[in-house]
């Protein structure tokens, strides 16, 4: 099929919230910030379209920092978040504030704080300096048809010569076979038992992959 990739502009961000909230669902009903701030995913998903709106500077969450291929008809059929990890606060930590600043109504902080805690201990930092690639969705219809591969492809060519990291669940054998071909090896593994009994996420096994580019 014929189809396109340019950078996400603002009319895309439903589409990129959507790309948030399968991804972090991983075709299961787990959403980790849903457990963990106790909000529906309708909420969630306010929440994270209030950050792209908004521009908090959150890099995941920040449409300039997406690529999206599109079909003739501009559609948008698949979609990719990448940023260069910077020093001082993680990426993921500015995730977690924002949406604790947002729900703080609605949190029990001693739960909180177990919870995170024990998430905390399946998270793998990400490393400064290395591009993150995050996010990564394909809507349905058009999954099977090497969309995502020709993406990721196209952040090769935007960043030549850096290094790439992307973390995955274990159970996501599909998108680790991908990256593979892609060039990505594993780096990192790690496993704690009751992530998913707790809802936290989809699986207890997250596995960080590398790939050093042309560096």
Same mark, same amino acid.
């Given at each position: ?7 996400a502009?603002?009319? =895309? ?13 991983l075709?299961?009903d787990?959403?980790?910030?849903c457990? +963990?701030?106790s909000?529906? %995913?309708?909420?969630?998903? =306010?929440? #994270?379209?209030?950050a792209?709106d ?5 890099p995941?969450?920040?449409f300039?920092n ?5 079909? %003739? ?10 940023w260069?990890?910077a ?8 995730k977690f504030q924002f ?6 109504s609605?949190?029990?902080?001693n739960q909180? /704080?177990?919870?995170?805690? +024990?998430l905390?201990?399946?998270g793998?930092?990400?490393? #400064?300096?290395?591009i993150?690639?995050?996010? +990564?969705?394909? =809507?349905?219809?058009?999954r ?5 591969s020709?993406l990721i492809?196209?952040?090769f060519k ?11 669940l274990?159970v996501? /054998?599909?998108a680790?076979?991908?990256?593979? /071909? ?9 496993e #704690?038992?009751?992530?998913k009994?707790?809802?936290?996420l989809a =699986?207890?096994?997250?596995?960080n992959?590398?790939?050093h580019?042309?560096?």
């Amino acid at each position: 099929m014929n189809f396109f990739i340019r950078k996400a502009e603002s009319s =895309d961000i439903p589409f990129l919230v959507k790309a948030v909230i399968h991804a972090e669902k991983l075709h299961t009903d787990i959403i980790s910030y849903c457990t +963990l701030f106790s909000i529906s %995913e309708a909420e969630f998903a =306010d929440q #994270v379209q209030l950050a792209f709106d908004e521009e908090m500077g959150i890099p995941a969450w920040d449409f300039q920092n997406w690529s999206v291929a599109m079909s %003739e008809s501009n559609t948008p059929l698949a979609a990719i978040a990448h940023w260069k990890e910077a020093d001082g606060r993680g990426s993921e930590s500015q995730k977690f504030q924002f949406l604790s600043v947002v729900n703080k109504s609605k949190v029990n902080e001693n739960q909180l /704080k177990a919870q995170f805690e +024990l998430l905390q201990q399946l998270g793998i930092p990400r490393t #400064v300096g290395f591009i993150q690639l995050d996010f +990564l969705f394909t =809507d349905i219809q058009w999954r099977g048809k090497g969309i995502m591969s020709k993406l990721i492809q196209n952040i090769f060519k935007i960043f030549p010569n850096e290094t790439f990291q992307i973390q995955v669940l274990g159970v996501n /054998k599909n998108a680790i076979q991908l990256y593979k /071909k892609l060039g990505f090896k594993e780096n990192e593994r790690r496993e #704690v038992d009751g992530i998913k009994v707790k809802r936290l996420l989809a =699986d207890d096994v997250k596995i960080n992959m590398i790939n050093h580019g042309k560096s």
